[in-house]
């Protein structure tokens, strides 16, 4: 069974850090994956990384988020620097996964809360 589990979030101070953990199991490989945050009633793309650890962000997180991956751990880090307070949402991972067969799908994680306090 694929699980895509999401930690790392909470209460930071403006000018502080926070690292989020996307790390999925039950699958053969993590393929590309990408943060967002919801925004309201429409997700906003964060960040994203593909197979191949090419790296794109929103214009809003350049220079300060940084997206990586682990691929012995099928695991996907967000590291988010300077947090402002326009930063607090709840942030979800979004991955493509193969799984045994060689199928591809599409997961998101739980979501979780980042609040930056000013």
């Known amino acids: 069974q694929v699980q895509l589990v999401e930690s790392g979030g909470g209460l930071v101070q403006a000018g502080g850090s926070l690292r989020l953990s996307c790390a999925a199991s039950g699958i053969v490989s993590l393929d590309a994956v990408a943060w967002y945050r919801r925004a309201g009633m429409q997700r906003k793309l964060v960040a994203r990384i593909s197979s191949g650890s090419g790296t794109d962000y929103a214009d809003s997180v350049k220079g300060r988020f940084f997206i990586s991956r682990d691929n012995a751990e099928n695991t996907v880090y967000l590291q988010m620097n300077s947090l402002k307070p326009e930063d607090t949402d709840v942030y979800y991972c979004?991955?493509?996964?193969?799984?045994?067969?060689?199928?591809?799908?599409?997961?998101w994680g739980q979501g979780t809360q980042v609040t930056v306090s000013s």
């Open positions: 979004n991955a493509i996964v193969t799984v045994v067969g060689g199928r591809t799908y599409s997961y």
